[in-house]
């Protein structure tokens, strides 16, 4: 099956094409959605040789809309542009897919470990209120997944297409798997291990936007 990588990006000149440079060996195609950056991202993006669209400004959510739409392959990556998923676990990711055993497949970092858990505030009460997030979610619709917030994972494209995605934020992550299993279709783990940021700033403050995951789950309860 032909692979597609999106990058979703926003400010991150600094590291953009050691990511591109990255995935390239595991993907037919590569293309960035960028979040109308304001530094250099997308000129980056265009000197190695890599397509890069806009998406509508409204946040992550819709960049991964995007990146649906103007990908070609049977496959879809995504994966963040900051440096901290492993990119030579893309087959892996890819691979349930290809075996017909899943069609949307998320990396694990309970499965593969995390160097962000620096058992400081913030990074505690990350991980409190997503395993609630994850317990809540695995219990309403009978799965069993540990990371339900990881961006690094894989679609069936054709699938992708057919699912609609609401969420136009940092919360699309939750919400397309708890839209896949309501639709009838397979999600799968895998463990991967995460890296700490290597570069930039993150773009998800802890505090300021930990209401958009819990009014997402909120909302997909109730079937909206």
Same mark, same amino acid.
């Given at each position: 099956m032909s692979v597609s990588v999106v990058i979703c990006t926003k400010n991150e000149g600094e590291g953009i094409r050691r990511i591109i440079e990255s995935v390239k060996p595991y993907a037919g195609e590569v293309i960035v959605i960028d979040g109308h950056s304001t530094d250099n991202t997308a000129d980056i993006v265009r000197s190695a040789g890599v397509s890069v669209w806009l998406d509508n400004g409204k946040g992550k959510g819709d960049a991964y809309k995007v990146g649906i739409e103007k990908t070609t392959g049977d496959v879809i990556v995504f994966i963040d542009a900051d440096g901290s998923h492993e990119p030579a676990d893309i087959p892996c990711l890819v691979a349930p897919i290809e075996k017909n055993e899943a069609d949307l497949v998320v990396a694990s970092r309970h499965r593969g470990g995390s160097d962000e858990w620096g058992g400081d505030f913030d990074t505690y009460i990350r991980a409190v209120g997503g395993g609630i997030l994850t317990l809540i979610v695995n219990y309403r619709w009978n799965i069993r997944l540990t990371d339900i917030l990881n961006g690094f994972r894989a679609v069936r494209r054709d699938v992708a297409v057919k699912v609609p995605l609401r969420a136009v934020d940092f919360d699309v992550e939750q919400h397309m798997i708890v839209q896949y299993v309501?639709?009838?279709? $397979?999600? =799968?783990?895998? $463990?991967?291990?995460?890296?700490? $940021? =290597?570069?930039? =700033?993150? =773009?998800?403050?802890?505090?300021r936007k930990a209401y958009l995951f819990f009014w997402r789950l909120f909302l997909d309860l109730v079937g909206w």
């Open positions: 309501k639709h009838g279709y $397979r999600v =799968k783990e895998i $463990r991967s291990h995460e890296y700490c $940021r =290597k570069w930039g =700033k993150s =773009k998800l403050p802890t505090y």
